[in-house]
């Protein structure tokens, strides 16, 4: 960014800005006060607050609140099942104007080609994608996915414009046993940023993961998790996802010695939570409602981000800075009323009103290598009379293991007990053509008959399902085999209701409303068969990610996590 | 910096590790709090806190503190008059161990083979010099100096090891008149670091001034002027030196909100106040006697300089930071007894031990290409009948512009005015021959009988005097040359004592505690003959630098700063 005679004109109040905004509360996220003023902004940045008079175009505010856009620290954007058009529209509406995100799902699908179709497309679009090289794909050697990065491609990523950094590396036991892979990954991001993905760790193994790198962590679901991390270095992300939410818990973390080393990320947040609820700005508003003080919240969301990531000129209404703006009525429940990128209106009332041109790249498609996909596939033969069942803990994404003596059918194998709500699982490779099923049991979902198929399956994206019958489980999975990815709703041999994903079997290209409705519309077909879980699919979509104890299922077995071994 | 794996066995208390210091209470610059634990050290970095036992070396700190080391974050390390590996010896044992520095001073004598002995010699030194490259060389278009740097030399500088951004850009009138050169030397730092320097600078100017770059400023000497500039983003760097010191005035800018956007520097530091008084160790004591809460006084002094300037590793103790440490016994007058650098001992009780190996390059020479030296060349013409006076303000360095009827010698020329205590003052071009000699008159300095010369006068360094009669400031300035570079007490055409600075006419290559003892003497000589100023050779080096108010003089002739014209 290079300063101009201009521009500097322009600033000193000698010639006319492009746009002034006035009577505005400004939140200074410098000293953490509001002050009255004028903001003018010129060649897409702000050149001051004062009082400026001349302008090309002049907004009064009439004494609404002018904040920095927002930056969010840590999310994997296809979580929200939308393309990035889409869902570059959803957060910017939402005042979201600077997004920090592990590209690793889409990466375990298609490799460097879906992260470069992400970041070429997120370069014609009003808001700044800073993306941190996915450490972890595939995240275990238990499992198949599409695509595996190598500490070349960590270099040769981290190389691009607009890549920032090392992605969260969920390998903590690898770096704690030294892995050179995995420290060459590291190393290769020496002198940029590394993300921590650390649930649980402390004390010695903490300082290792520490030392190793790993600056910040966003998976602490206990407040003195969260102190023994930020006290170690640390810069803690408040995690308030649409799975995982830790606001609650950690935000008596946030004080007047430690609120620098805070900020608010979302991990993964679904189309739904993200039209319903929002983005960042849904858990300021929820920060402020908890007796967090507003401007301190808003730092939260903007300027701190910038720091951990050193960012130049985002996160602040100061001159020099972009004018990428946001401006709201009520600073006790901050919604974004307008939102300004580079000085140019992107979005009004909450709807984005900037024209995304049309995308020169073809999509990247999901893999759907199944091969005939039968009943057959789905045979689980006891090896002993009791058979470990995955328990689903509501509300979480820990899992309990389970044991259980099962049913079998009539030729021997094992069957859902549907009376104690043991269900069939299977995760079925779709990358490679393997033809890995894994098959397994689940406790927990509840429905009666029927099955539910996903092309979302952390982190591998294999096709996962869970059923009462092997016959609805084989609809539902060729179902979502015929429509290249997404999710489906089957019953007593229909097909209830889909949601497609074309991309990379993940995202659909739609409006968020509409992924939103249909998404709703097939939570409510699962529930309809009986499921009892509130967001059946998201639950569905973990249980193939051997990560997270305590037991899971990948196309190639059952995983103890606990053991990081195969059973069954 | 490579992780390596014998580094995490190590952080898991798996392995010895080279370095634990037990029972130590720990400064936690991230959460503010002070916690008693042990630190082990390994491969020069801190491994971890914690119950670790595995050691080679244990030095139980018996309760005393454990600091990060200081990071000072802007100097100009020649004002020490000392060598740099003098210098190195001096800050190291006051518990500096980074030290962010325009080498302006040295560049303004010789250029970038100046800037590059001091940057391969540092590389010697158990502390981390981090050079800003130098905006404004020479200072203005209104002296001489040995070298002048170009927006071509900032770009090179910047592709260097250790330069990290660009140095005090002095010459805000020229950011604000969008000069070319000017903001070419900032654009080629674009990616990197500004440091401002913009003294009473407010409102529309000081927004351009950001807007332009400029991201700190040490110049404040009101606390509204520095709560402006942190309102719109500036770092402030709270400056105490030998001649500035506004820590006082600054302090109560410190709050809860704010502390993070502040930090200490020292500017200029003069020989005597390293000795007596102390580095950056000297603001802390300072700041806590003045009332700042001691563990936030060490954070002004550590971590948020390295965020102020993305340092990375440097500043905390905390896992993977390097081990640059000291031990404190009082909190609250914090005293290093111990310096780690990289976790060796490098002093102890306030003496370096460590040893400096012989440098292989030569110390630059000062330039003194003066030719012969006469009185002729002091003589002063009246041009009407009244003539300009520089005023000395006694405790700051701006001076005030006066007009007086000065009497004249036996052949017409201007004499100094004894009783009036105005007196002569002589600026001799020294760097290119070119026989430039400017002379104006004094009021301030009280002497009665006599001459002060120096080499050291900013920023072009050319030989500076100020004298009661030809004959003595004659015998002065040839006193400097003869030493090729130093300061000079004459009276009655006695030299009665001298100070030598042979490198670069700025510095010597003397320990601290000899240097302090003569500059000591220097001055003491000053104040024998009738000098009434306290640093009258501080107050004399300041006289030749036409950026600060009101009235200046340089080898080519009296400078109103007000107007930037040549008068009288």
Redesign the interface.
């Known amino acids: 960014?290079?300063?101009?005679?201009?521009?500097?004109?322009a600033?000193?109040?000698l010639s006319h800005v492009d746009l002034l905004l006035t009577n505005a509360r400004i939140v200074?996220v410098?000293?953490?006060?509001i002050?009255h003023g004028n903001v003018a902004v010129h060649q897409g940045?702000?050149?001051?607050?004062?009082d400026?008079r001349l302008a090309r175009e002049i907004i009064d505010l009439d004494g609404r609140y002018l904040l920095p856009g927002y930056i969010n620290g840590h999310t994997h954007i296809e979580s929200s099942m939308l393309d990035i058009n889409r869902y570059a529209e959803a957060v910017i509406s939402r005042g979201t104007l600077g997004v920090v995100t592990d590209l690793h799902e889409i990466a375990n699908v298609c490799g460097m080609r879906g992260i470069e179709y992400i970041l070429d497309s997120a370069r014609r679009l009003p808001f700044s994608l800073f993306v941190m090289a996915p450490s972890c794909v595939p995240a275990t050697a238990m499992e198949t996915s599409g695509a595996s990065l190598s500490a070349g491609d960590t270099r040769s990523l981290l190389r691009r414009k607009g890549v920032i950094g090392l992605g969260e590396m969920m390998n903590f036991p690898g770096?704690?046993a030294?892995d050179?892979e995995v420290?060459a990954k590291?190393?290769a991001a020496?002198?940029s940023i590394v993300d921590g993905h650390a649930p649980g760790l402390g004390?010695?193994?903490?300082?290792?993961y520490?030392?190793?790198?790993a600056?910040s962590d966003h998976e602490s679901v206990s407040l003195e998790e969260a102190?023994e991390k930020?006290?170690?270095?640390m810069y803690v992300m408040i995690r308030e996802g649409s799975s995982e939410k830790n606001l609650e818990e950690l935000l008596p973390l946030v004080s007047?010695?430690?609120y620098?080393?805070c900020l608010f990320v979302v991990d993964d947040r679904s189309c739904a939570d993200l039209l319903y609820d929002g983005d960042v700005d849904a858990i300021v508003r929820k920060a402020i409602r908890l007796g967090l003080e507003p401007v301190r919240a808003v730092q939260m969301a903007s300027i701190n981000a910038a720091?951990r990531f050193?960012l130049?000129h985002v996160g602040?209404v100061?001159?020099?800075?972009y004018a990428d703006l946001q401006v709201v009525s009520d600073i006790n429940r901050p919604e974004a009323d307008l939102v300004f990128r580079r000085g140019r209106l992107v979005a009004r009332g909450g709807k984005a009103v900037f024209k995304v041109s049309q995308d020169v790249r073809p999509t990247p498609g999901g893999s759907f290598n199944v091969g005939d996909f039968g009943t057959e596939h789905l045979r689980l033969k006891p090896k002993s009379a009791v058979f470990p069942v995955i328990e689903v803990v509501p509300g979480q994404i820990i899992t309990r293991k389970l044991e259980t003596e099962p049913p079998l059918d009539g030729s021997g194998f094992i069957a859902a007990d549907i009376e104690r709500d043991i269900l069939k699982l299977a995760v079925v490779e779709r990358h490679a053509g393997s033809g890995n099923v894994g098959v397994g049991l689940v406790k927990g979902f509840g429905f009666k008959c029927g099955a539910l198929a996903s092309s979302v399956a952390h982190d591998s994206h294999n096709i996962v399902a869970v059923g009462t019958c092997d016959a609805d489980l084989t609809i539902a999975i060729r179902e979502v085999v015929r429509m290249q990815g997404g999710l489906a709703v089957v019953s007593q041999g229909r097909v209830l209701k889909t949601l497609a994903l074309p991309i990379a079997g993940l995202m659909s290209d739609r409006p968020l409303s509409e992924v939103a409705a249909v998404f709703g519309e097939v939570g409510q077909a699962a529930r309809d068969v009986g499921c009892v879980l509130a967001a059946p699919f998201a639950v569905l979509s973990f249980l193939a990610l051997p990560v997270i104890p305590e037991l899971r299922l990948t196309d190639r077995g059952l995983v103890d996590v606990n053991t990081f071994r195969f059973i069954g």
């Open positions: 960014m290079n300063v101009t005679a201009a521009f500097i004109e600033a000193r109040g200074n410098f000293n953490g006060e002050e940045r702000v050149v001051g607050i004062g400026y770096v704690l030294g050179g420290l590291i190393n020496a002198s004390a010695f193994d903490l300082n290792a520490i030392g190793a790198g600056s102190r930020l006290a170690r270095g007047d010695k430690t620098k080393r720091e050193d130049k602040a100061a001159p020099g800075y």
